[in-house]
């Protein structure tokens, strides 16, 4: 897929040119893991299965208690923002592994994305439950299951969402 969008999150946000190593390390290997697969755990290459050629990560400081965001619009070459800090102080507050919480982070991003690929987020977009529930199933059948899985798991996510009535149609106007 050719990416279709120039965005630089230092549009929206302050950029962290500093985060803290321990969460950037984990990015880099998760972001490995997601793009090569994992020989040793039998774990398949992801971001060829959701149609991804690379997925960027940008570390920059999040308004309120927001850990990450998937940034619409940009599904042809996803682009993740990350609060690292609040990210590693999330995970120690809560005893969470922060490796393992920067995992579910970028699974949640790429669910996000998929679905926006899709076109379902135009859909959802006023339900973001019903993003959240798609990503949570995609997140844990990944980690239960596998790649293949859970992309499947997403796909038939993103068919049901499709069959809802968007906004226009639920407002009664043309779709």
Request: glycine letters at 6%; proline letters at 6%.
């Amino acid at each position: 897929m050719t990416k279709s969008h120039d965005y630089d999150p230092s549009w929206d946000y302050d950029l962290d040119e500093k985060p803290p190593e321990e969460i950037v390390e984990s990015v880099r290997a998760w972001k490995e893991v997601h793009q090569k697969g994992w020989k040793p755990t039998q774990r398949e290459a992801l971001f060829p299965l959701l149609g991804f050629d690379d997925v960027e990560i940008a570390f920059v400081k999040l308004p309120r208690h927001d850990l990450f965001k998937y940034v619409n619009g940009t599904s042809s070459e996803p682009v993740i923002v990350l609060d690292a800090r609040k990210s590693l102080k999330f995970a120690h507050k809560h005893g969470a592994d922060p490796h393992e919480l920067v995992g579910k982070v970028l699974l949640d991003g790429y669910a996000r994305a998929f679905l926006d690929k899709e076109g379902i987020y135009e859909i959802v977009s006023y339900r973001s439950n019903e993003e959240d529930e798609a990503a949570d199933a995609f997140i844990n059948t990944y980690l239960d299951d596998g790649a293949e899985e859970a992309v499947e798991e997403l796909k038939k996510h993103a068919e049901r969402l499709r069959s809802l009535p968007g906004p226009k149609k639920r407002w009664g106007l043309n779709p």
